[in-house]
């Protein structure tokens, strides 16, 4: 039986349009709303932010904290949603203003450890195993300012006090090489794969991959897509596409390159990527331009374009193309590859 996939999205792939030069141009979703479309456009997972989940959650103790988490999980069932992810919002906060776990200021490190642990909490009353790290602000805009020695060190310090803290949770790091910081210390797969090999908990830290941060990079994301399945790593994706070396676009899934696009379905049926039971999630944004009332086009297009190319991975002519590979005739794999894109 081919795969079948569940599909996922975070409330920020629902916005009002604010880019760093220009305020909101639609009105705020509430997240009911943000809701309602997940159900409607046929997605069954919910990623959060700990903030998304339980605003204000370090105002509050520990059992406010789950008594509002655990409604938001009954929130969700009510729609057939689940919670796939939580990930701590330290990138927001004016004590992560330097990053979190590798800042110069030890309070500040602290503190991120210790809302980590309230974002499990959280992730635990939703009836989640898993929380994404995305270390956005873990680098520098200077390098003299850290010592990268150190810094390194410090992720991993993070990692192994949530491990040893939340023994029923799994850590799936998500890397991205630079924004909001120049350079980040956790920039590729690589790096966050080896942290997780080095943590106390190596079989409860995998990743996250975003095709626009493999870009970013200067990585193939179908690539690094296959090195972290291959160490049954891959624990969640994002999904979304990506012009080359710019600030970070969460374009629509194939927007900039369809074979690209392609190639990370395939790798990820030719894995079992869908039998797994991780999610498909999509990280796009809706362009500025868009109209309020059509302001999820973009999550729609996404999907549809996922499903399609799921088709074209299924119909490839894998025969022809194992005689061209025998005959090392990679000139007329590559026209098979692209007439098949091409459907001509
Ligand atoms: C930004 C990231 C961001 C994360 C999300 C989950 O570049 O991709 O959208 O995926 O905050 O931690
Ligand atoms: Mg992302």
Partial sequence: MPAAYRFSIGPWNIHPGADPFGPPVRPPVPFDQVLDAAVALGFEGIQFHDDDAVPDLESLAPAAIAREAEAMRRRLADQGLVAEFVAPRLWEHAHGIDGGYTSNDPSARRWAIERSKRCVDVALALGCDLIVMWPAREGTAVRESKNPVQASRQ???????????APNVRIAIEPKPNEPVDHAFVPTIGHALSLGARSVAPDRVGVL?????????????????????????????????????????DKVFGAANLRGAFDQVRVLEMAGYGDTGAFIGFDVKAQRTQRA?????????????????VEKVRSFPQTIADQCIADRDYESLERLVLEHLLAV
């Fill in 209 to 249: 991959i975003e095709t626009a941060h493999a870009i970013l990079a200067g990585l193939d994301p179908s690539d690094e897509m296959g090195f972290a399945l291959a160490a049954g790593k891959l624990w969640s994706v994002h999904l979304n596409d990506q012009n080359g070396l710019k600030f970070d676009q």
């Fill in 155 to 165: 992720v991993l310090e993070a990692i192994d006090a949530i491990l040893l803290a």
């Fill in 293 to 309: 009332d059509s302001a999820t086009a973009h999550l729609a297009t996404s999907k549809r374009v996922f499903l399609a190319l």
